[in-house]
Structure formats: structure tokens, C-alpha cells
């Protein structure tokens, strides 16, 4: 069992920036590939980054150039840096660890990200 717990999240301009972490209560270093995903009022929950144990990463196309998602092993924290936000990226952001050889899913409960006008 995985339990995750992010942080950083708040209120912040359009154009400004934020950092995300998501701290794991397990090793996840060599098992999880760990993701973001986020979820607007009325919409779906989408992907926004992921990075694999491999240490590779994709996004999705409207935060590419913007956002990095980081793995800290070590200390079993994920993060993702905002950079030029923008009002659409206004959502609750989940952090999520997906098991590489059984496919268990773990969430965390979400942070809000409000980015204003």
C-alpha cells in the first residue's frame, strides 16, 4: 500500500509560477512510475505529466515547454514545477504511483491550483 500526499498548491496570477510535490509513504524508486494528473470543475480527469521509473517523461501537449515533472528517489517525492500558468490550468491536481509489474493504482487526495487573470 501507497499512500501519497501532495502539497503546494494555492492562488496564484496567470503568468506566475508554482511547485507541486507529492510525498510517497513507500519506496517508490524502483516500482512506480508516478504521474499528475488533473481535473477542472465539470471536466474529466486528464493526464498532465508522467515519469517513469526509467526516469523518462511525457506531457500532455497543452503543458509542454511549461511544466517538469522530477523524481526525488530518495526521498520518495514527485514533483511538478508550473511555470507560466495560465486561468485554463486552474484545477485540483492528483498525484498518482502506478505499480510498473502489477498495475496497482494509488491517488492522493489532490491540491487546488487557481490561477487567476
Known amino acids: 500500500q501507497v499512500q501519497l500526499v501532495e502539497s503546494g498548491g494555492g492562488l496564484v496570477q496567470a503568468g506566475g509560477s508554482l511547485r507541486l510535490s507529492c510525498a510517497a509513504s513507500?519506496?517508490?524508486?524502483?516500482?512506480?512510475?508516478m504521474a499528475w494528473y488533473r481535473q477542472a470543475p465539470g471536466k474529466e480527469r486528464d493526464l498532465v505529466a508522467r515519469i517513469l521509473t526509467s526516469g523518462s517523461t511525457n506531457y500532455a501537449d497543452s503543458v509542454k515547454g511549461r511544466f517538469t515533472i522530477s523524481r526525488d528517489n530518495a526521498e520518495n517525492t514527485v514533483y511538478l514545477q508550473m511555470n507560466s500558468l495560465k486561468p485554463e490550468d486552474t484545477a485540483v491536481y492528483y498525484c498518482?504511483?502506478?505499480?510498473?509489474?502489477?498495475?496497482?493504482?494509488?491517488w492522493g487526495v489532490g491540491t487546488l491550483v487557481t490561477v487567476s487573470s
Open positions: 498518482n504511483a502506478a505499480h510498473r509489474i502489477f498495475g496497482q493504482n494509488y
Open positions: 513507500g519506496m517508490i524508486g524502483d516500482y512506480f512510475h
